[in-house]
T-cell receptor, first 113, second 112 residues
Framework: KAGVTQTPRYLIKTRGQQVTLSCSPI?????VSWYQQTPGQGLQFLFE???????NKGNFPGRFSGRQFSNSRSEMNVSTLELGDSALYLC????????????FGPGTRLLVL | DAKTTQPTSMDCAEGRAANLPCNHS???????VYWYRQIHSQGPQYIIH???NNETNEMASLIITEDRKSSTLILPHATLRDTAVYYC?????????????FGQGTTLQVKP
């Protein structure tokens, strides 16, 4: 079974631009969670989508948003990019039920100049 | 979710067992212990999880103390490819949330 895939793998943007990242979960998984990883803050939870609805949300500004499609694929969008948004963005998928294990993708590395 | 404490770094000789400790003294009775690892700049990889009994799979063993206030992840025969950051996470049982709270983890360096 194919793992979690994320596209693109690398991205360079400039301040003020917006960016959209994509995540395809493992087949059959209905939950997709997004995380941001930076050297200073470590791995931080952004939000989770389950059956096209946001189920959990971390402590990030409204510039960070996401959505999930009927096939469980998910996208996250960051508007008005700031230098501090440079990070590795990871998504993880799970079946979505009680205590289901999450499996992570390889991440998208975003550099904001 | 309970907070976990892990040593910042550890070394292990190749071929020897790597024992990674985790303290979770405030763990509740319904919280599971999960272990993930992250090899440089890759996505975290699930290793193992448990509630109160010791667990073993093809990757590792998880030993949880009887009072559940601490646990140890054991990699029985460490290889250079096991060099990574290891995260110990506690998670509420019955939780259907996808939210995992990562600490700083333990950087394990396996040396030849």
């Amino acid at each position: 079974k194919a793992g979690v895939t994320q596209t693109p793998r690398y991205l360079i943007k400039t301040r003020g631009q917006q960016v959209t990242l994509s995540c395809s979960p493992i087949s059959g998984h209905r939950s997709v969670s997004w995380y941001q990883q930076t050297p200073g803050q470590g791995l931080q939870f952004l939000f989770e989508y389950f059956s096209e609805t946001q189920r959990n949300k971390g402590n990030f500004p409204g510039r960070f948003s996401g959505r999930q499609f009927s096939n469980s694929r998910s996208e996250m969008n960051v508007s008005t990019l700031e230098l501090g948004d440079s990070a590795l963005y990871l998504c993880a998928s799970s079946l979505g039920g009680t205590q289901e294990t999450q499996y992570f993708g390889p991440g998208t590395r975003l550099l904001v100049l | 979710d309970a907070k976990t404490t892990q040593p910042t770094s550890m070394d292990c000789a190749e071929g020897r067992a790597a024992n990674l400790p985790c303290n979770h003294s405030t763990i509740s009775g319904n919280e599971y212990v999960y272990w993930y690892r992250q090899i440089h700049s890759q996505g975290p990889q699930y290793i193992i999880h448990g509630l109160k009994n010791n667990e073993t799979n093809e990757m590792a063993s998880l030993i949880i103390t009887e009072d559940r206030k601490s646990s140890t992840l054991i990699l029985p025969h460490a290889t250079l490819r096991d060099t990574a950051v290891y995260y110990c996470i506690v998670r509420v049982a019955g939780s259907n949330t996808g939210k995992l709270i990562f600490g700083q983890g333990t950087t394990l360096q396996v040396k030849p």
